[in-house]
């Protein structure tokens, strides 16, 4: 099946620097890609939608200057949490849309970021 | 806005036993998934229900899809240690650019 991959898996940061979190589709070009994020014990909460070339799509409540999305081609993706505090540690999870899939909607899902701010 | 709720929030059950884990959703959709979550892990596909009445098996879990009643079902039969796992549904929803959303999850615990 289609793969996603994320990088880095794990990644401690220090309060106030910003971390980049990367989302690629391996085997097939990803025209959407999604970013949620989940707290432990929690469901995932979408947090924006990006599109290949376009500006990211924000959920309500996510501050789109501290959660900075890029989807420069059709297989990258990238999350950068600017400025982090301990708040933002989190699971982050990106998915992506294969155009090949049942009706161009079957979506694959990375295996996760988890980031800690120290 | 799209809601959708599971039900229960939390299951512990004996090997052997059958249950069922209810989601529900406010608004319609004809697409609904399951996936299962391990401790730390991401998401592990289990069933794509994409119809009205939708119904498919793998093992000892059946999913089932009702979008008139809005609600779709995950049933654990003669539950193993094994099943023990956070399970979410997510409904895709939208125009345009279709998104998941994520029902509140249910986490499963199967007692040897």
């Known amino acids: 099946g289609a793969v996603v991959s994320q990088h880095p898996s794990w990644v401690i940061c220090k309060s106030g620097t910003s971390v980049k979190i990367e989302c690629r589709s391996l085997?097939?070009?990803?025209?959407?890609m999604f970013w949620y994020r989940q707290f432990p014990k929690q469901s995932l909460m979408l947090m924006a939608t990006?599109?290949?070339?376009?500006?990211?799509?924000?959920e309500q409540g996510v501050e789109k200057d501290k959660f900075l999305i890029n989807h420069a081609s059709l297989t990258l993706s990238t999350l950068t949490v600017t400025s982090a505090h301990p708040e933002d540690s989190s699971f982050y999870i990106c998915?992506?849309?294969?155009?090949?899939?049942?009706?161009?909607?079957?979506?694959?899902f990375g295996e996760g970021s988890w980031l800690t701010v120290v | 806005e799209l809601k959708v709720e599971q039900n229960p929030l939390f299951l512990s059950m004996q090997e052997g036993k059958n249950y069922t884990i209810y989601c529900n959703y406010s608004?319609?959709?004809?697409?609904l998934y399951w996936y299962r979550q391990d401790p730390g892990k991401s998401l592990e596909s289990l069933f794509v229900?994409?119809?009205n009445g939708a119904v498919k098996q793998e093992g000892r879990l059946m999913a089932s899809l009702d979008t008139k009643a809005r609600l779709s079902t995950l049933h654990i039969t003669a539950a193993v240690h094994d099943l023990s796992a956070t399970y979410f549904c997510?409904?895709?929803w939208g125009s345009g650019t279709y998104k998941y959303i994520f029902g509140t999850g249910t986490r499963l615990k199967v007692l040897a």
């Open positions: 085997d097939f070009q990803a025209t959407t």
């Open positions: 608004t319609t959709s004809d697409r």
């Open positions: 990006s599109n290949e070339g376009s500006k990211a799509t924000y």
């Open positions: 997510a409904v895709e």
């Open positions: 229900l994409l119809s």
């Open positions: 998915s992506a849309r294969d155009r090949r899939g049942i009706s161009g909607n079957t979506i694959y």
